[in-house]
């Protein structure tokens, strides 16, 4: 049986969850919103971060393509510390709402690479075509 189309939804399914949570929590945070406490926003985004993983280290063996050996994965797995640094910085870490709100449009900068890697599987994400 092929399992690469379901997972690969569920893995597109989770970037597209990963991807509104952050940019809600992010303008949450510019606005100074309390429901960034709310128990939900704090453990939904682990639960589906967690189900994205999975589904990327799912899809990994089966395309049979790894990081740190295909460029482009490399690319994405880097890119991704990256956002996980900058989301961080922007949702919990920053000093003042600028420093916040810099390292989020900075994350979403981020977010928009990999996401180009993903579609083009360039690590250069589409730049020469």
């Known amino acids: ?9 569920v893995h597109v399914s989770a970037v597209i969850i990963t991807a509104t949570l952050f940019i809600v929590r992010g303008i949450w945070m510019l606005r100074g919103s309390a429901l960034l406490q709310h128990p939900f926003v704090r ?21 049979g393509q790894y990081p740190f050996v295909t460029g482009w994965l490399t690319a994405k797995v880097i890119g991704l510390v ?7 910085v922007a949702l919990r870490r ?6 916040r709100a810099v390292a989020f449009v900075a994350a979403l900068g ?3 690479y ?7 599987r360039d690590p250069l994400a589409c730049l020469g075509s």
Do not use: Q
Not at 94 to 99: A, F, L
Not at 114 to 119: D, E, G, H, K, T
């Open 1 to 9: 049986m092929n399992y690469f189309a379901p997972v690969k939804f």
């Open 43 to 63: 453990v939904a985004p682990h639960v589906n971060d967690t189900v994205l993983f999975v589904s990327a280290l799912t899809l990994a063996a089966i395309v």
């Open 82 to 88: 990256v956002y996980i640094l900058l989301g961080h």
């Open 94 to 99: 920053g000093r003042n709402r600028t420093e």
């Open 110 to 112: 981020v977010l928009g």
């Open 114 to 120: 990999i996401l180009a890697v993903a579609r083009c």
